[in-house]
């Protein structure tokens, strides 16, 4: 069973998005994302200092099943990227929500976050 | 709901997530296609390919008809117990499916392609008109590959003492029959193992053992894996009834001598050797990709010819978990000197090589 941990939002397109203390958020994709895709082989990953477009792709996920886009949870500008995940891109299925995050963004729109689901209603688009 | 081998509850209780395969309720994989994969390079795995189609020949014309039908020549099976790969074509040269047959101390033994099984049965009735055959599918056999550097070690501990010792004896592409168990040195992986045809009743509890005594349950997702890294074709991807076997790397499964055997599609396929020899015939190759990214199915190959692009495509391809990066058939011009592969509207360099990757558990082109 996949897991929704209950302090995330979440985008209908599978990411997850945690809102940090300075008003930053922490994103990647969500356990059900993880296990459709299955083994993650590479990522490509936006570089810090781009901006991103709420709903527009961000970043490419590539497992041995096939290729899928990600795309950016909310509009903002990248602060930072989880450069581990280049080398070892299956940290995505083993920890989706902890080490297998993405990246961090400074969001130029707070207002995109209450657009993004709780747990239960992501759970329930799952099913 | 799909039809179910005998070995789906063994598939439920091992954590498998269970996908639609031409029909059949089938594991994709349990819990990591890589480790799966790895598990059979290393050690060894344990597949259920009960979904395949068991057809047993027999007649006084049973050599007679196989000699017409397939590309390959039964005439070389001198005695039971040995193995065959062959194409059976159509007229036109094309192949109808890929399939291995057996000569059995009584007659023959085929094993096609599940997603091929219905027009294939009906391909063979309509080919045996004339001849005293008889083709009898067999659905209450199930067949377990086990796979693996220690796969032959783990399937003989679990038979009794002299059925171990007649199967450690097994050279590959033998089989051997005993009681009513067939068991062959055939397989779809590259490695060292075994193929066991048992009945059905049989084969739970040999699934249970095998996992017991260590072997790894392998998904379907790994057995693609596996046999593109070991550069065997996948019916209806690598080639199919509009494909000649020559543009499919399977030269070496056609026998022209004696010259006079007139098997189905003969014809056709002299016509593609002259074709071939002008260098008008594509070549199925393989492409290897070092860099970051995936080759997948369907891609569009763009090649140099003489200093001329034209195109190709890929037939198979994906992630090679044996060498870390990406590897694919694809059927391109013959005399390509380069190719590009459009991935995602990028045009990326791709090398090209022998399609032949990985053989127990070792990478084997330059």
């Known amino acids: 069973m996949s897991s929704f941990p209950e302090d995330l939002k979440y985008a209908p397109s599978h990411e997850w998005?945690?809102?940090?203390?300075?008003?930053?958020?922490?994103?990647?994709?969500?356990d059900h994302a993880q296990e459709l895709l299955g083994d993650i082989v590479f990522i490509e990953l936006p570089s810090e200092g781009a901006d991103v477009t709420a709903k527009?792709?961000?970043?490419?996920?590539?497992?041995?099943?096939?290729?899928?886009?990600?795309?950016?949870?909310?509009?903002?500008?990248?602060?930072?990227?989880?450069?581990?995940?280049?080398?070892?891109?299956?940290?995505?299925?083993?920890?989706?929500?902890?080490?297998?995050?993405?990246?961090?963004?400074?969001?130029?729109?707070?207002?995109?976050?209450?657009?993004?689901?709780d747990a239960d209603a992501y759970a329930k688009i799952c099913e | 709901m799909g039809q179910r081998t005998p070995l789906y509850q063994q598939h439920l209780n091992a954590g498998a997530k269970i996908v639609d395969f031409g029909g059949w309720d089938m594991p994709i994989q349990y819990q990591s296609l890589i480790e799966e994969h790895h598990a059979v390079r290393q050690h060894a795995g344990v597949f259920d390919v009960s979904h395949m189609t068991v057809v047993d020949i027999s007649g006084t014309q049973a050599k007679d008809w196989l000699r017409y039908l397939l590309a390959n020549d039964v005439d070389k099976?001198?005695?039971?117990?040995?193995?065959?790969?062959?194409?059976?074509?159509?007229?036109?040269?094309?192949?109808?499916?890929?399939?291995?047959?057996?000569?059995?101390?009584?007659?023959?033994?085929?094993?096609?392609?599940?997603?091929?099984?219905?027009?294939?049965?009906?391909?063979?009735?309509?080919?045996?008109?004339?001849?005293?055959?008889?083709?009898?599918?067999?659905?209450?056999?199930?067949?377990?590959?086990?796979?693996?550097?220690?796969?032959?070690?783990?399937?003989?501990?679990?038979?009794?003492?002299?059925?171990?010792?007649?199967?450690?004896?097994l050279g590959n592409f033998r089989a051997l029959e005993s009681e009513d168990w067939f068991i062959a040195r055939t397989g779809y992986t590259g490695e060292r193992g075994l193929e066991l045809i048992v009945p059905n009743a049989d084969a739970p509890a040999l699934w249970d053992a095998l996992l017991g005594s260590g072997v790894k349950p392998i998904g379907l997702g790994a057995r693609d894996t596996l046999r593109l890294e070991a550069g065997m074709n996948l019916y209806g991807h690598d080639m199919d009834e509009e494909v000649s076997p020559l543009a499919a790397n399977?030269?070496?499964?056609?026998?022209?001598?004696?010259?006079?055997?007139?098997?189905?599609?003969?014809?056709?396929?002299?016509?593609?050797?002259?074709?071939?020899?002008?260098?008008?015939?594509?070549?199925?190759?393989g492409l290897v990709l070092e860099e970051r990214g995936v080759l997948r199915e369907g891609l569009r190959v763009v090649c140099e010819v003489d200093g001329q692009e034209r195109e190709g495509i890929i037939t198979s391809g994906s992630f090679s978990p044996t060498l870390k990066h990406s590897i694919a058939l694809a059927r391109i011009p013959a005399g390509s000197t380069e190719c590009r592969v459009d991935i995602r509207g990028k045009l990326t360099p791709v090398r090209i090589v022998r399609p032949n990757f990985v053989r127990f558990g070792k990478k084997v082109f330059e």
């Open chain 2, 250 to 285: 399977m030269a070496q499964t056609i026998s022209w001598e004696p010259s006079d055997r007139q098997f189905v599609g003969r014809a056709a396929v002299e016509q593609h050797k002259i074709e071939q020899a002008a260098g008008k015939l594509p070549i199925l190759t």
């Open chain 1, 56 to 117: 527009a792709e961000m970043s490419v996920v590539e497992s041995v099943k096939a290729a899928s886009d990600i795309y950016a949870p909310v509009s903002g500008t990248i602060v930072e990227v989880n450069q581990a995940l280049l080398d070892s891109p299956e940290t995505v299925n083993t920890s989706p929500y902890g080490d297998g995050w993405f990246c961090r963004i400074k969001p130029s729109n707070p207002a995109e976050l209450d657009a993004l689901l």
């Open chain 2, 77 to 169: 099976l001198t005695e039971p117990g040995r193995a065959l790969y062959s194409a059976m074509l159509n007229d036109n040269g094309g192949v109808v499916d890929d399939l291995i047959v057996y000569t059995m101390s009584e007659g023959y033994r085929l094993v096609v392609n599940c997603g091929t099984r219905e027009k294939d049965l009906r391909w063979m009735q309509t080919k045996a008109k004339g001849f005293d055959v008889s083709i009898l599918e067999r659905p209450e056999l199930a067949i377990l590959a086990v796979h693996g550097p220690e796969s032959i070690n783990k399937v003989c501990a679990l038979l009794s003492t002299e059925r171990a010792a007649a199967v450690e004896a």
């Open chain 1, 17 to 30: 998005v945690r809102i940090e203390a300075d008003g930053s958020i922490v994103m990647g994709i969500s």
